[in-house]
């Protein structure tokens, strides 16, 4: 598919650099059979082809198939007599997630149950983005539970296994064929070729005017930070309030922040979408995500309401021509090795809806979805959950220093809050 392939050649440019690594943690409270689920797993992967994609070059030109190898591994490790288990399973996680992947010759996934009591397991998946995006891990892990919960159930779990990878790809090949690819070329085009240089912002990764050549970002500094029930409700409230999304809000807020660190008043924000249009392909693993550019004007006068308004229309209009990728735009515009034309990346995650392994309740951590060339922002949306750093001392980049007081819109007050003096257009990097 078009999106893998980026992604392919920025691999080709540093092999041992592991920023492409994607993974989550499931942890899981109860009487888990931790042998059933290492069966369901089994029998997800079998279901799911992406998981088994393998990539071989074929006349210098990358090549997938699918490994209908039967055996799975999947490693299980009883952490229960550490010192600290869930401290050792943060080490051994973190450890894992920098593993480099060989794109040809090897499985591109790694899968472990890790028991840190009797009551509390934590399932650990980490894939190469090149064979899935974040909305298929979800899935993956949706499924797994599903057959979990059937097989303890004494149930066929037949009933709800996904389509190929393969609907994905004839997808992709039809799109890109369609009179709408040129459709969506021209909506982009003409929504950002009057782009001023000024909003583009300076990449630390710029080079040649080719992706093949760019040098692969380096894996990113993370912060992690979990937001209070009270604060959570909070911002649904004023979300229902300005009559918009959740999701919305929290773009607008980022756009917010960009302009408060920068001084930016025409601002492109990049936003994490599943690139998938079809109620079709919505549950079928695979690689389809992609970053699409919403443009929003910020000056003194803007409201709140204002800005939460111009966000939702930019949503409106860019969903429906979401599947021309963002590499595709960047050659258009002929910004490809140069400043980053999204030099913040939003990803809202819904993750309202717990997932439950029979009697089990669980809850999902994302532990990274990627690269970013500059600053990326994840929220998911999860009502509570313990994440796998917490406990634990971070390097704080000065950029997550600033949420409090830029991520929560003001929404009390009609206009937005613009601060003076040097903080308002010079922004600290933060450890690369």
């Known amino acids: 598919m078009s999106g893998q392939l980026g992604i392919w050649y920025a691999q080709q440019l540093s092999p041992g650099n592991p920023a492409y690594n994607i993974g989550n943690c499931v942890e899981i409270h109860g009487e888990l059979d931790a042998d059933l689920l290492v069966t ?35 490693q299980v490790l009883d952490l229960s ?26 499985p591109l996934y790694r899968h472990a149950v890790l028991k840190l009591g009797e009551s509390t397991h934590l399932w650990y998946q980490r894939i190469h983005h090149v064979a899935l995006d974040g909305v298929s891990l979800r899935i993956f892990s949706g499924r797994v539970a599903d057959i979990y919960t059937a097989l303890a159930e004494g149930r066929d779990p037949a009933d709800g296994a996904p389509e190929s990878v393969a609907v994905l790809m004839d997808a992709d090949r039809s799109y890109r064929d369609s009179a709408d690819f040129g459709r969506d070329r021209d909506f982009w085009t003409g929504l950002l070729a009057d782009l001023p240089d000024a909003a583009v912002t300076e990449s630390r990764e710029a080079g040649p005017d080719t992706h093949r050549a760019r040098r692969m970002p380096d894996a990113p500094a993370r912060h992690l930070s979990d937001v209070g029930p009270a604060e959570t409700g909070a911002l649904k409230a004023v979300a229902r309030r300005l009559k918009t999304s959740f999701a919305a809000l929290m ?25 998938r249009t079809r109620r079709a392909e919505l549950a079928i693993p695979g690689m389809t995500s992609n970053i699409m550019p919403i443009r929003l004007s910020i000056t003194p006068t803007t409201t709140v309401a204002e800005l939460v308004r111009e966000t939702g229309r930019a949503l409106h209009a860019g969903l429906r021509h979401q599947r021309y990728q963002y590499k595709d735009i960047l050659a258009d515009l002929r910004r490809v090795g140069g400043g980053a034309l999204c030099g913040l990346i939003v990803n809202v995650i819904p993750m309202e809806q717990p997932l439950r392994f029979g009697d089990c309740s669980a809850t999902i951590t994302g532990l990274s979805s ?14 509570r959950r313990r994440t796998p750093d917490s406990g634990r001392r971070q390097p704080r980049p000065a ?24 903080e308002r257009h010079r922004c600290p990097r933060g450890p690369s």
């Open 81 to 106: 007599t550490a010192q600290d288990p869930r401290g050792a399973a943060d080490t051994w996680m973190r450890e894992e997630l920098e593993h480099p992947v060989d794109l040809t010759g090897q």
């Open 251 to 275: 773009i607008s807020a980022a756009a917010l922040y960009h302009h408060r660190t920068t001084g930016a008043e025409d601002i492109v924000v990049g936003v994490s979408v599943n690139g």
């Open 370 to 383: 990627g690269p970013t060339e500059d600053l990326k922002i994840d929220v998911y949306d999860i009502a």
């Open 399 to 422: 950029h997550t220093d600033r949420r409090p007081g830029h991520l929560t819109p003001p929404a009390h007050r009609p206009e937005l809050a613009h601060g003076s003096g040097p």
């Open 40 to 74: 369901a797993l089994r029998r997800a992967l079998d279901e799911a082809d992406a998981y088994r994609l393998r990539f071989r070059i074929e006349a210098d030109t990358p090549r997938q198939y699918v490994d209908d190898t039967p055996d799975h591994a999947v």
